[in-house]
């Protein structure tokens, strides 16, 4: 379960992680141009997958989440990244930290609809709800959410967020209020909207993130830092410099503050972050260079503006060359015991096409 932090508590461990190198403006401004692209030492960072999950046509955007019983894990399948009359949600566990890994089964697979950009959160009373968006021919999306009150073995029938075009990315979290909340955006690129439901998902509210001059909102994932308190962590489509950018809601998610520019971003392109607590430690999880190689950074910033840059750890490359591959880097992370964490992503290889995994040992003194 998530730990609810105060920001004196945030301050504290800034003196442990220490703040970044230099003022985040300072940082944030640099071009694409001006910043360094890292090259990892292949000897020392991984290049292939510890385990791999799900085989599939094209598997795609997955999302791991720890419940009562093991870690889940849910992700679209078929055979193309467009639209396919055929995509479904599919959903897998591992009862041993991700060592291994069930047989996927379907969650959801509504006929002549693409069913994707699933994500997975075990709700307080032991509910696993499952956000997702539709996908027509005429390229128009939904976002829906099914339950399953027996650990998987069944779905009720799939409910509508809103009455708009709209997809989802970050995973519902329940509030220290008893809502529901999930992160979902216009698309493509029109906006981050906030989701919020006071009846366990029969309903929703619905307010949206500002825009602001060089930022327009998309996908993004959210965490409850103290109570009432939400940061969100936005991809950005308004620029094209890699940033990813912060707001926050002060009022369980009802309002939320411009978004400002983190410095924190992608060399190459740009694909949503994950935004999570290990120990009391903020962590994003994070591709720092598109369809190349992923990274964490920490923090010690109170307004998760600032990341360790210096202290970057760097997760896994997809190729020991640097170079990239088809398609990938949609990381999502989870604790797997003290220092350790499991990282899902997928990959769109020649040699194949899967749902993968990899551990991390993170530092001592990021705890």
Not at 5 to 20: D, K, N, P, Q, T
Not at 211 to 235: A, H, K, P, S, Y
Not at 321 to 340: K, N
Request: proline letters at 7%; a negative charge.
């Amino acid at each position: 379960m998530t730990r609810i932090l105060s920001r004196r508590a945030f301050l504290e461990r800034a003196a442990v992680i220490g703040a970044a190198a230099a003022g985040v403006d300072q940082l944030a401004d640099r071009t694409l141009a001006e910043a360094p692209t890292p090259r990892e030492n292949p000897e020392t960072v991984k290049s292939e997958p510890d385990v791999i999950l799900h085989r599939g046509g094209y598997p795609g955007w997955p999302w791991v989440t720890r419940t009562a019983r093991g870690l889940v894990c849910v992700f679209r399948d078929d055979g193309v990244h467009g639209f396919s009359p055929t995509g479904k949600v599919m959903w897998t566990f591992s009862r041993d930290d991700g060592n291994t890994w069930a047989p996927a089964r379907v969650v959801v697979d509504e006929p002549e609809v693409d069913d994707r950009n699933a994500a997975v959160a075990e709700l307080p009373d032991g509910t696993l709800m499952v956000c997702y968006n539709t996908y027509t021919k005429d390229l128009v999306s939904q976002c829906m959410v099914t339950c399953s009150s027996d650990h998987g073995a069944t779905w009720a029938p799939p409910r509508p967020i809103a009455e708009l075009d709209a997809r989802t990315r970050g995973a519902p979290i329940a509030l220290a209020s008893g809502d529901i909340f999930i992160p979902i955006y216009r698309a493509p690129g029109n906006g981050s909207i906030a989701a919020r439901s006071a009846d366990g998902g029969k309903s929703w509210e619905l307010s949206h993130v500002p825009d602001t001059e060089g930022f327009l909102g998309d996908e993004w994932v959210v965490l409850e830092v103290e109570q009432g308190r939400i940061v969100g962590i936005i991809r950005n489509s308004g620029a094209r410099d890699g940033h990813f950018w912060k707001t926050e809601s002060r009022d369980g998610g009802r309002t939320w503050d411009v978004p400002v520019k983190t410095n924190v971003r992608d060399a190459r392109s740009t694909s949503p972050a994950h935004l999570d607590l290990d120990g009391k430690t903020p962590l994003l999880t994070y591709a720092d260079r598109r369809m190349v190689s992923v990274s964490m950074v920490a923090s010690g910033d109170a307004e998760f503006r600032r990341w360790d840059l210096e202290g970057r750890l760097p997760c896994y490359q997809y190729r020991p060359d640097g170079e990239p591959i088809a398609d990938a880097s949609y990381p999502v992370s989870v604790a797997v015991g003290e220092h350790r964490r499991f990282i899902v992503d997928y990959e769109i290889r020649p040699e194949g096409k899967w749902i993968a995994g990899y551990f991390v040992d993170l530092p001592e003194h990021w705890q």
